[in-house]
C-alpha cells in the first residue's frame, strides 16, 4: 500500500510543477468512515499544475513487481492520474482521464475511464498497466511502476484520492 492517508500524513506528496505556485495538499478526514483519512488535492491555478507521489523519501517506487495500479477516488470534475511505467521501449505515461478520448502517441496512452464516474462519491479503479499498453502497442511490456502525478480540471474544486496501491495480481471479484 502507497497511501492510505491513516497516518495523517503528506509524506511523499509533491507539488511538482509548477513549483512557484501554491497548491494545496492536505491529509482530512472524509465523511465516509470506510475511507476515513484521504488525501485532498487542490489546484489554486488555471492550467496545468502537477501533484507528484512516490516514496516517501521522495524517490521513484521503481516497482517491478505491481504492475496493477489501484486507487480510489472522490470527485465531481475531470482529472488526471498519469502513471509513469518503465517498458522495454522506455518510459511511458499511462493517463487515465474522465473524458479524454482514448489515444497514444510515443509517450503517452490516453484511457478513459468513465465520466458517469464524476459524482463525487467514492469508487475504486482497478487498472492492469501492462495489459493498458498493451492495447495501444502489443509489443510493449511493462517492467515496473515509477510513480504518478495527478492533474486536475477544476480550479479550487479539491478532489480526494485514497488506498494508492501495487499489486503482482488482480484482486478477486467480489
Do not use: C
Not at 491555478?45 to 512516490?54: E, V, Y
Not at 509513469?84 to 521501449?89: A, F, I, L, P, R
Not at 496512452?109 to 459524482?119: E, P, R, T
Amino acid at each position: 500500500m502507497y497511501e492510505d492517508a491513516e497516518d495523517g500524513l503528506t509524506l511523499g506528496w509533491n507539488l511538482y510543477y509548477p513549483q512557484w505556485q501554491n497548491g494545496a495538499i492536505t491529509n482530512v478526514q472524509d465523511e465516509d468512515a470506510i475511507h476515513g483519512k484521504a488525501i485532498q488535492i487542490l489546484q489554486t491555478i488555471s492550467g496545468s499544475q502537477f501533484f507528484k507521489f512516490t516514496s516517501d523519501t521522495g524517490a521513484d517506487w521503481n516497482n517491478p513487481i505491481g504492475k496493477i495500479l489501484q486507487w480510489d477516488l472522490k470527485t465531481d470534475h475531470e482529472m488526471l492520474l498519469h502513471a509513469y511505467v518503465s517498458t522495454n521501449k522506455g518510459l511511458k505515461r499511462a493517463i487515465y482521464s474522465y473524458t479524454r478520448v482514448p489515444s497514444y502517441n510515443s509517450a503517452d496512452a490516453y484511457f478513459n475511464i468513465g465520466v458517469a464516474l464524476k459524482d463525487n462519491q467514492w469508487h475504486t479503479f482497478i487498472r492492469n498497466l501492462d495489459a493498458d499498453m498493451k492495447t495501444v502497442d502489443p509489443a510493449i511490456i511493462v517492467t515496473g511502476l515509477k510513480h504518478i502525478y495527478l492533474t486536475s480540471g477544476g480550479l479550487n474544486k479539491p478532489f480526494r484520492i485514497d488506498n494508492i496501491q501495487a499489486l503482482a495480481e488482480m484482486p478477486p471479484t467480489p
